[in-house]
């Protein structure tokens, strides 16, 4: 491999790995060593690791420890909200829409979380 192409390689390599390690969410600072943090996914369970991995990767960058402390933290589904009545045909409907949700990998749940390193 010529000089040019193992610049090429190392190069993109690196693009690579900073992608990698980068948050899912929203991490803002929000001074004194707290951070505010948003993430969204398709499950809440899913959302609140999100949000607990990116916890640790900004401890991790920023302190170089992967431990957080948890203040406060919020769960909220803001998928699409499907009145289900009595009739079946909307239950149908109901069951039809949540399953096309789930299917379409939605951002049903949103998790924000404030924390600080430590």
């Given at each position: 491999m010529n000089r040019v192409g193992l610049k090429m390689f190392l190069a993109g390599t690196c693009l690579v790995l900073a992608g990698?390690?980068?948050?899912?969410?929203?991490?803002?600072?929000?001074?004194?060593?707290?951070?505010?943090?948003?993430?969204?996914?398709?499950?809440?369970?899913?959302?609140?690791?999100?949000?607990?991995?990116?916890?640790?990767?900004?401890?991790?960058?920023?302190?170089?420890?992967?431990?957080?402390?948890?203040?406060?933290?919020?769960?909220?589904?803001?998928?699409?909200?499907?009145?289900?009545?009595?009739?079946?045909?909307?239950?149908?409907?109901?069951?039809?829409?949540?399953?096309?949700?789930r299917m379409n990998n939605a951002e049903n749940y949103k998790v924000e979380?404030?924390?600080?390193?430590?």
């Amino acid at each position: 491999m010529n000089r040019v192409g193992l610049k090429m390689f190392l190069a993109g390599t690196c693009l690579v790995l900073a992608g990698c390690a980068s948050t899912n969410g929203t991490v803002m600072p929000k001074g004194n060593g707290t951070y505010h943090l948003v993430t969204q996914a398709a499950t809440e369970r899913a959302a609140m690791k999100m949000a607990q991995a990116d916890a640790e990767l900004t401890c991790k960058k920023d302190y170089r420890s992967k431990r957080y402390v948890m203040l406060d933290h919020n769960s909220e589904y803001i998928g699409i909200k499907v009145n289900k009545g009595n009739s079946t045909a909307s239950s149908i409907a109901a069951n039809v829409v949540e399953f096309a949700g789930r299917m379409n990998n939605a951002e049903n749940y949103k998790v924000e979380m404030e924390f600080r390193c430590g």
